[in-house]
C-alpha cells in the first residue's frame, strides 16, 4: 500500500478561533496515528489570519505527547526565519524527549509575507545551503572549517541528535542538495504547479547514503479535498479555491465556507487563480481520490503521499482524512 502521511498547517475558520484551531490538531494527530497514516508534519507559516501553524516545535511536542507511535516533525521549518543554534537545540530537545520518532524538514523559503519576514528578521534564502551547513556543524555531522569562530559552539543536550533531516521544495532547487547530503526530499506539490519527476529523479541521481538514509526517500506534498458524494468534494475544493484567491489579493482571512465560495463573483482574473488551484488539488470521492493519488505517486516515482486537507469544518476534515485512508484498504 501507498504510504501515507499527514500536513497540518491548522487552517483556521470562521466558525473556530485560531486558538480552538490549535486545540483541535491533537484530536486529527491520534485519528491519524489510530487510522495508520505514517507521519504527521507541521509547516511553519507566520502572519497568516487562515493559518495557525506558526509554532512548529511547541505543537511537535504537544502531539508527540499525545500519541506513541506517530512520526512527528516540520514541514517544515524556513531555516533562513531562525538562527541554526536555536533549531539544533529545539530539534534535539525534542529527539530527547522522543527518541526516534521526530522529522526535521528545512525549507528556505519565509513562510511569511514581507512584514513578518522583517519582523522575524529573517536572512535572504539564498544562504540556505550556508545554514544547513551551520546547524550540521553545531550537532557534529559536519566540521567546522580551521579557524572558525563557532567551532568551540555545540548544541544542547550533546548526546541528542538531531532527527533525520528533510529537505523541502517546490521548484527542484534543492534536490540535488539533499541527495549529496544523504538526506530526505519533500516535493510540495500542494502549492506548486511544477512537475515533480525531474527533482525527484535529480534527487536519486545525486543520492549518497547516510546512516539516517540509506536509501532515497521522496514524499509527495498534495492537497486533497474528498467527501463522501463528489459534490461534497467539490464544495471543498471551491474553498480552498477562494482561500487562494484572497491570499493572491493579501487577504489572510479564515477559510470560507463553500457555500461562500461557491456564490462568489469571482472576476475573471480571481477565476483564473481559483481554476489553476482546482487543477493542482486531488478531488473527488474515496475511491477516486485513491485511484488518482496512485496515479500521481506513480508518475513520479514517489514513495510516500502527504495529504494537506484544508476544509472549513473541523469534522468534515477529520471525516476526509478517515475516508481517504478506509479507501486504500
Known amino acids: 500500500m501507498l504510504a501515507l502521511s499527514v500536513l497540518d498547517v491548522i487552517p483556521v475558520t470562521a ?21 495508520g497514516y505514517r507521519r504527521y508534519w507541521f509547516a511553519e507559516h507566520h502572519g497568516m489570519g487562515s493559518i495557525a501553524s506558526a509554532a512548529t516545535e511547541v505543537l511537535i511536542a504537544h502531539v508527540a505527547a499525545a500519541t506513541t507511535t506517530l512520526r512527528v516533525g516540520s514541514g517544515g521549518v524556513m531555516l533562513p526565519n531562525h538562527a541554526p543554534l536555536r533549531i539544533a537545540e529545539a530539534y534535539c530537545t525534542l529527539e530527547a524527549l522522543h527518541p526516534g520518532r521526530i522529522d526535521l524538514g528545512l525549507g528556505r523559503a519565509p ?102 538514509f540509506p536509501r532515497p526517500h521522496t514524499v509527495l506534498g498534495v492537497a486533497v479535498a474528498c467527501g463522501a458524494t463528489q459534490e461534497i468534494a467539490e464544495g471543498q475544493a471551491a474553498s480552498l479555491g477562494l482561500a487562494w484567491v484572497r491570499i493572491a489579493r493579501g487577504e489572510f482571512l ?34 477516486s481520490v485513491r485511484r488518482q493519488l496512485e496515479a500521481r505517486a506513480a508518475a513520479c516515482g ?16 477529520l471525516a476526509a482524512y478517515e475516508q481517504v485512508m478506509m479507501a486504500f484498504r
Open 111 to 212: 513562510g511569511s509575507d514581507p512584514l513578518a519576514s522583517r519582523a522575524l528578521r529573517a536572512v535572504d534564502g539564498g544562504l540556505f545551503p550556508e545554514l544547513l551547513g551551520e546547524l550540521l556543524a553545531l550537532t557534529g555531522q559536519m566540521e567546522w572549517p580551521d579557524g572558525h569562530w563557532m567551532r568551540r559552539v555545540k548544541s544542547t543536550p550533546r548526546d541528542a541528535a538531531l532527527p533525520p533531516i528533510w529537505i523541502l521544495g517546490s521548484s527542484g532547487a534543492s534536490a540535488r542538495l539533499a541527495g549529496s547530503a544523504g538526506m530526505g526530499y519533500s516535493f510540495a506539490s500542494h502549492f506548486s504547479a511544477t512537475d515533480p519527476a525531474p527533482a525527484f529523479e535529480a534527487y536519486r541521481q545525486s543520492f549518497q547514503p547516510s546512516a539516517n
Open 15 to 35: 466558525s473556530d478561533s485560531p486558538s480552538q484551531a490549535v486545540r483541535r490538531t491533537v484530536e486529527l494527530a491520534r485519528l491519524a496515528e489510530q487510522l
Open 254 to 287: 479564515p477559510f470560507p465556507s463553500a457555500e461562500e465560495a461557491l456564490s462568489y463573483p469571482y472576476t475573471a482574473e480571481e477565476r483564473q487563480i481559483a481554476d489553476q488551484r482546482r487543477a493542482m488539488t486531488v478531488v473527488g470521492t474515496p475511491d
Open 302 to 317: 514517489a514513495d510516500e503521499v502527504m495529504l494537506t486537507i484544508n476544509v472549513p469544518d473541523h469534522a468534515a476534515r
